[in-house]
């Protein structure tokens, strides 16, 4: 696919299905102070707003192009689909007709992309949510991405990358969603045998099932300025303890404040950081190899000649 | 909610009428043979009513007020129960205990979601419903089980974690996906057996199992009907037909691959005949540690990756 084609899909799927027909060059404005913004102004930005600095939902398709070097991404598993089995069927429509709606609107056949890549030439294992395909939600497809996404890193000795855009479980495939969350959280346990590094990024929004899942596992566990972290939905939790919320609650930054992210990143500097957290897991394990192996890498320098040079403060407000 | 659900009402009816008669004949013993007769009409309406359960109707016994909860069954099927409290960090959570206990002279580590009788207990309890230190001293004890290679029993019964402010700041979602990781690391056999609700994640932190069982009229969800009801029919009310759509049921669950078996429950449920709930449980958990029992530590570490390894329904067309 050329980068103007996924450009175009990037941008497309961005908004609410019903505009996507808007024509290139028309005002989108900024959910959060309201700016008026030229699409091609939000592209040049990665989808954030040069005013505020918010950052827009971006399909899965455009965060990959965000993350990961150039030209290196080769897809996996891209011909997983759902299947019916609880023969689920809500007020309006059966369970699938509404992946049928979902994969016209996004062209995703489910709510995740796999496959591997090089990050600053670091070979990588990834999965990335998308939040335009039924809310992110995570049924048998999307665990099952992200357990192959696992077993991948460990096979071919990858560093993981699991990007989180997410409300939580998908509800129409019931308790085998809820099952989703052990299977990967199990298997995430035998990749802590194997001295790969695990990343997960978290974007808006990262909330539930996945949340007490995978996402919350990452050796480093980054997340994008004021993207929505949060276990339960903050209507429930108002509605049970009968008082307002602080400001700011589950946002990015006061997740980060209780400890349970270890940096806030621009989406800007997203490449750079995952470049700079791999050099060091590489340098540390002479490029991902096995504990007294060798690397299985041989076409990349187990030291980079690169220094890592000082980390920016990322956190931008 | 009454101790009586709105579809038992013609079975409490016909008992009423048997109680009275017994009590007006008295002495006398008069009326046997009407007595009788009305016995076996009851006996029958009871396994209609019961054997045609709804996955609604089964919601409603699972949260049954009057059900046996997690230290119920300790009394019944343990002996030499010791608790054991706190996360060694923030708090000691009422939501979840765990403790040391003996099943027929076997040691076992024994935790559980522990709901309250009456408000009061309910409110301290929170209603089964844990904090992050609730599963973090889940782990703590599965983690000592481990050390000295005592097996794992748990009993699920819980609406889901509890969503609350606090809940929130010391990482529930941390919480809950450190345990779903940590568990699948233990060697030692771990039993789950859902007593009443499944809610979720909640539920699920303490159920990375190498068996899980079902009580006959338990549930075990994704979300809870009403909240399903909530999303998915803008309807909080349509609660029943949200159940009927989640396949939440024990036999739904059994059919889906998800659980090993299911535990019979007395005729009307088990809070019905609570002595029989528990031995039907104390037999089935027995039986469970005899035949993990069997299998080396990382032959049941495989097994249980495996177990949900291969949990999911997907097709894989080629492109
Ligand atoms: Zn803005
Ligand atoms: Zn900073």
New binding site residues.
Partial sequence: MSWLKRERTGIKAAKKPARSDVPEGLWTKCESCGEALFQSVLEENLWTCPHCQHHFRVPARTFLQYLVDEGSFEERDANLEAGDPLEFRDAKMRYPDRLALARQETGMKDAALSGVARVGDKPVALTIMDFFFMGGSMGSVVGEKVARSIETAMAERRALILVSATGGARMQEGILSLMQMAKTSALLARLQRERLPFISILTDPSTAGVLASYASLGDVILAEPRALVGFAGARVIRQTIGEDLPPGFQRAEFVLEKGFVD??VHRKQIREEVSRLLEFFWRSTRGFAREGGKSPHAELPARAALDLGPAA???TR | MSAWLDFEKPVLELEQKIQNLREKAGASGGAALELAELERRAESLRREVYANLTAYQRVQLAKHPQRPYTLDYVERCFTDWTELHGDRHFADDPAIVSGLAMIDQRPVLLIGHQKGRGTKENLMRRFGMPNPEGYRKALRLMQLAERFQVPVVTLVDTPGAYPGLGAEERGQAEAIAVNLREMAKLSVPIITVVIGEGGSGGALAIAVSDVVLMFENSVYSVISPEGCAAILWRDGKKGPLAAEALKLTAPDLERLGVIEGIVPEPVGGAHRDPAAAAEALKKAILRHLDALSGVSPSERMDRRLARFRRMGVYRENPA
């Fill in positions: 940096r806030i403060d990322s956190v």
